[in-house]
């Protein structure tokens, strides 16, 4: 079974900075890769999603990330962060035809600096 | 509007006294999941199902059921809670065709407290 590996548990960072969260999995095969987002005391968000294609996705609210399939990588961009962007960030895997065994890294909590 | 609802929202309850956490979906998916989310783990899939007396274990199902009566709805059922147990948990859905196929949809989690 596959499984997620997010190499920073929390990041701080100030207003403008830039942002890279580290993602790694591992699976042998296709894979749809995901990152969400979790405001304080709110449900998971969908920030952006790969099943196949362009490995750069753009997502909402200015994220993007690059899927780098030779290093098994999803990493999670973001050019200049806002003090909105604080929020725990989960990316998750699934294969790449079921949806029933998707899994979860363990997290990365950033928090912006006003 | 399309959403994921969970009911209660928060409950406290005591070792060994059986309980329902609802799930509710409007958007006709055929997937169905719970997860439970701790500190440091992430989120953890207890059960899924792919559609209508469908479903399967997850990574952690010990100590949980489900059933999958009805496509919209997937009730989560703690017959004999325990403290370790305590968590949030979030139900999810997504379709299986389309364009949002394999996105799920997050309801707004339960926090359960068992003492």
């Known amino acids: 079974a596959q499984s997620v590996s997010q190499h920073n548990h929390h990041v701080i960072l100030s207003e403008a900075a830039s942002l890279e969260l580290g993602c790694n999995y591992s699976y042998g095969g296709t894979v749809n890769l995901f990152w969400y987002v979790q405001y304080p005391g709110q449900h998971l968000q969908l920030l952006l999603k790969y099943f196949s294609g362009d490995p750069l996705v753009k997502g909402i609210k200015g994220f993007e990330a690059e899927f780098i399939k030779s290093k098994f990588s999803f990493n999670l961009r973001k050019p200049s962060v806002q003090w909105s962007d604080t929020a725990e960030y989960f990316c998750a895997v699934s294969p790449g035809d079921y949806n029933n065994d998707m899994r979860f890294g363990a997290g990365t909590r950033l928090t912006v600096k006003p | 509007e399309a959403q994921v609802t969970q009911n209660p929202r928060y409950l406290i309850t005591v070792t060994g006294k059986k309980l329902t956490v609802t799930c509710s979906q409007n958007?006709?998916?055929?997937?169905m999941s719970w997860y439970r989310q701790d500190p440091g783990l992430g989120l953890r899939q207890i059960y899924y199902s792919m559609n209508v007396e469908v479903t399967d274990k997850g990574d952690v199902p010990e100590g949980y059921k489900v059933s999958r009566k009805e496509k919209r709805n997937f009730p989560l059922i703690l017959e004999s809670p325990s403290p370790n147990q305590t968590s949030l948990y979030f139900c999810?859905?997504?379709?299986?065709?389309?364009?949002?196929?394999?996105?799920?949809?997050f309801g707004p989690g339960t926090r359960l407290t068992v003492t």
């Open positions: 958007m006709n998916h055929e997937y």
């Open positions: 999810a859905s997504s379709g299986l065709a389309g364009p949002t196929s394999y996105e799920q949809y």
